[in-house]
């Protein structure tokens, strides 16, 4: 009896069971399998045979924006998105980097999915470049304390980029060759005077020193008074009636309360700038105004006769300071940027006057092969005799444009200058980057031509006097 009832039981239940699978389960009457979902890790990055059939459409053959151009060996396989029907006919989304399979056959590649702004990867190896120093920043007075000399010549050019973060390494573009360089065609107005000049650093002309990318003379002998020098067919000695030649130099650029770097536009590109060593960005508005066509100096700070009441700014050379200290603050100076003919001076009436102190200046400024032009505001300058008696490439200022305070006043000073080339063959005039400044003498320089004079590079004047 006891097994009669559980016999009834399991008949029971087996009914009941069997009841409720055929009414939620009606298509197993028809003998048809269950689909199954499985989610996994697609492993086979091609497209299945079985689904080619769901992918001809033009989504599945056109590349994606984002990796369009890329190198094919740079780029994984294109693979086609998923067929609408198949996610569609199960009722789920799947997470990206997942497919499904089942019973309509193998398993689906996952679909690449790049994130926003990305394009082809880069390797795992690929360096990090350096940190750069925040740009603007006032240096230490010690110049021992700006930095060390890169450790390879693949540094060369980040050191090159980054000097200008004392205050910044220039600007970090990639730079162009010295062959493309020269392959390129001239700068507006150079036609006039002059041709295209080698806009990047010359690695030959480059020392590197714990402050940064100095100057210095190739082992063939080129200087960077002769390579970054604005091309003129009138850099010889000043012929018997020959046109008269003058030079103007644009001043006050480079520092912390210079005018914005469009003071230059509608200059003529023959005048000549020069920049101190405290501004933002130099190396790249040293490069901007060379691209331009303009001929750059380096205005170094010397000591004048009311320092410290007058400070020039950081690593101003001084009087008080021996020799080798001078020297040291010379290099951090030099080091702010390349591309640069030569060396001006921003002050030193007291400096440029002692001779024991300018002399070792100078020689270093001719072992490095580059010229100084003195500003003229010092009668009392030894600069001239040191010049002469050690053959460095030397000239002075002969008039300071901007003197005054009108446009009359500019107007003067211009007359004079004419008035001394016409009398010595050569004359170099000194103006501050103002706007009105510049629209003056752009004004001025369109009609020397007309009146027998010729508007030459600091550099023209420079190397022609000396050849005189």
């Known amino acids: 009896m006891k097994a009669l009832a559980v016999t009834a039981g399991i008949v029971f239940w087996t009914l009941v069971l069997g009841t409720a699978w055929l009414a939620f389960f009606p298509g197993s009457q028809s003998g048809e399998p269950v689909a199954i979902l499985q989610i996994e890790p697609a492993s086979d990055a091609g497209v299945p045979p079985g689904d080619s059939a769901d992918t001809s459409g033009p989504e599945a053959t056109e590349p994606s924006d984002s990796t369009e151009g890329a190198p094919a060996a740079d780029a994984e396989p294109a693979t086609p998105a998923a067929p609408s029907g198949q996610t569609a006919k199960r009722g789920m989304d799947l997470p990206p980097g ?139 000695a000043t012929p018997t009636g020959g046109p008269p030649r003058i030079a103007v130099l644009i001043t006050g650029l480079g520092f912390p309360d210079s005018p914005p770097g469009d003071v230059l536009k509608g200059l003529p590109a023959t005048m000549s700038v020069s920049y101190g060593a405290y501004g933002r960005s130099l190396q790249d508005l040293v490069t901007k105004a060379r691209a331009e066509g303009h001929e750059v100096l380096l205005q170094i700070p010397l000591e004048p006769n009311d320092y410290p009441k007058e400070d020039p700014g950081p690593h101003t050379l001084l009087t008080t300071l021996p020799p080798q200290e001078n020297l040291k603050r010379l290099q951090w100076l030099m080091s702010r940027y390349t591309g640069y003919v030569g ?36 009668q009392q300058s030894a600069a001239g005799q040191i010049a002469s008696t050690i053959g460095l490439d030397y000239s002075a200022v002969s008039v300071q444009i901007d003197a005054g305070a009108s446009p009359a006043d500019m107007a003067k000073q211009l007359a004079q200058l004419e008035a001394l080339a016409k009398e010595r063959g050569t004359a170099i005039g000194v103006a501050k980057a103002k706007p009105a400044t510049v629209k003056q003498l752009a004004d001025w320089a369109a009609k020397l031509e007309a009146k027998g004079f010729v508007l030459v590079p600091v550099s023209t004047v420079v190397r022609s006097q000396r050849q005189s």
Not at 136 to 142: C, F, L, R
Not at 346 to 359: I, N, Q, T, V, Y
């Open 98 to 236: 997942f497919a499904v399979t089942g019973p309509s056959g193998s398993g689906q590649a996952p679909v690449a999915e790049p994130g926003p702004g990305q394009g082809t990867m880069l390797p795992l190896d690929t360096p990090t470049p350096p940190p750069v120093a925040p740009e603007g920043a006032v240096p230490s007075e010690n110049p021992d304390h700006q930095g060390a000399a890169p450790a390879s010549e693949e540094t060369a050019s980040t050191a090159s980029n980054a000097k200008t973060a004392a205050l910044e390494p220039p600007s970090t573009g990639a730079k162009p060759t010295a062959g493309q360089t020269q392959a390129a065609a001239s700068p507006a107005g150079a036609a006039t005077e002059g041709g295209a000049t080698s806009l990047a650093p010359v690695p030959e002309l480059v020392e590197e020193s714990q402050y940064g990318p100095l100057p210095k003379v190739a082992a063939d002998g080129r200087r960077p008074l002769d390579v970054y020098a604005r091309p003129s067919r009138y850099a010889s």
């Open 343 to 378: 060396i001006t001076n921003h002050m030193g009436a007291k400096f440029e006057a002692a001779r024991d102190s300018l002399l070792p200046v100078l020689e270093e400024m001719k072992r490095r092969g580059l010229l100084f032009v003195d500003d003229g505001s010092s």
